[in-house]
């Protein structure tokens, strides 16, 4: 009995998997720092837990309706309308276990056998493998050396007749760039002109600093969503800590929210109730959570970008948001798989390669753990270097 193709083909996610082994590592007791992390490590909302408790202790925990609850639609509605200027329908949305089959539902959607899904590099580790799911085939745009973004220009040459969709993520998992307007500018001017689906994964974009904004495509549309090629995911996973909950959405035109829908229907028929009702809490609560986790995370990449200085020959471009730092370690090791193996065995740090993100020569490091992990973390990989 073979298994398919597709599932043979398949890589693993380097983070889920490096994430694990650095669980394991401190449940048994070693001394391991955990600069692989993606998620933060703050408490959940007390909005949160007070309406999944609510609806637990009411006792009936039911199907929803396939693409959401209508509260958590309506708090979703006013967010949206408070980051992007854009203010939704309940047709417009659709709630997912994570942003990550926010972003399945979609390639699931507009994907034929064959078609083009373009993206730059560095890229959050799923992309590839998510679109090769929906049969999708994978074109990464690679930037010039030296730099971690590409310009509007980079990613139109790499448009062919086959090209269905641009994947963007800003600001980005792994390097913590945001990207200009100017860039989101003309990225929405080549979709619309082309009818061109603009996905952007805005799943960081609270989380931004040095008093900057991550510039929402919908600003610069010149269509009215229900026309708009451009599709944004987002979710409570980062934004409000609460990555176990799985609650993502999508906000779109009704064609395509209708397609998602279906997807959705036949492969998980909803998001848990529970979590739904968390993420209704968690976000009618506004932006203070948010905005104090943003403020400690902008401490963090301070700490992070001053202990990595003392690195020497590591080149860093400062993060803008996120919780990732993206250093080129290249000076001192070429292979990046390599590297943070070696950091594993004789340090006890775990990182990720940057060859899993499409960009040799880095290492993933992040921040959202606690500061003494980072300035810890980052004295053990000097002492290797050296
Ligand atoms: N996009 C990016 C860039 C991410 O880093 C993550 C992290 N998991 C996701 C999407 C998926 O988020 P979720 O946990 O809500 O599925
Ligand atoms: N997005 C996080 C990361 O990049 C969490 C793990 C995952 O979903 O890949 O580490």
Redesign the pocket.
């Known amino acids: 009995m073979n298994l398919s193709r597709l599932a043979l083909s398949l890589g693993q996610s380097a983070?889920l998997k490096l994430n694990e082994l650095a669980n394991n590592l401190r449940a048994e007791g070693k001394p391991v720092i955990h600069l692989g992390g993606?998620?933060p490590e703050e408490r959940i909302p007390g909005g949160a837990a007070a309406e999944s408790r609510r609806l637990l202790d009411g006792g009936f925990v039911r199907y929803t309706p396939v693409s959401g609850t209508a509260p958590l639609k309506k708090e979703i509605a006013a967010y949206t309308s408070r980051h992007y200027g854009v203010e939704p329908g309940p047709k417009n949305i659709v709630v997912a276990?994570?942003?990550?089959?926010?972003?399945y539902n979609f390639l699931v959607s507009v994907v034929d056998p064959g078609d083009q899904v373009v993206f730059p590099a560095p890229y959050?580790v799923?992309y590839p493998e998510m679109v090769r799911l929906a049969y999708g085939m994978p074109v990464v745009v690679r930037p010039r050396e030296g730099r971690l973004t590409v310009s509007a220009g980079d990613i139109e040459a790499h448009i062919t007749s086959r090209t269905k969709a641009i994947l963007l993520?800003s600001p980005?998992?792994p390097s913590g760039q945001v990207y200009s307007e100017d860039f989101i500018r003309e990225m929405v001017e080549i979709c619309e002109h082309r009818n061109i689906y603009l996905l952007m994964?805005d799943?960081?974009n609270s989380l931004v600093f040095d008093g900057l904004k991550a510039p929402s495509a919908f600003n610069f549309s010149k269509r009215p969503l229900n026309d708009s090629p451009i599709v944004s995911?987002n979710?409570?996973?980062?934004t409000f800590s609460m990555?176990g909950f799985?609650?993502?959405w999508s906000v779109a035109n009704e064609a395509v929210t209708q397609a998602m829908t279906k997807v959705q229907a036949q492969v998980s028929s909803c998001p848990s109730a529970l979590s739904q009702a968390a993420a209704a809490g968690a976000l009618r609560e506004g932006d203070g959570f948010a905005e104090a986790l943003r403020a400690g995370l902008e401490k963090k990449r301070d700490v992070m970008a001053a202990e990595l200085s003392k690195l020497g020959k590591v080149k860093l471009h400062k993060p803008q948001g996120?919780f990732y730092s993206f250093p080129d370690f290249s000076a001192y090791e070429k292979d990046s798989a390599k590297l943070a193996a070696r950091l594993l065995a004789e340090a006890m740090v775990v990182t990720v390669p940057g060859a899993e993100f499409g960009l040799e020569g880095h290492l993933r490091l992040s921040y959202c753990g606690s500061a003494a992990d980072i300035v810890e973390g980052v004295a053990r990989i000097r002492k290797v270097l050296k």
């Open positions: 983070t993606g998620e276990s994570g942003a990550k089959q926010a972003i959050w799923s993520n980005n998992n994964d799943i960081y995911v979710g409570v996973s980062k990555t799985r609650i993502g996120t």
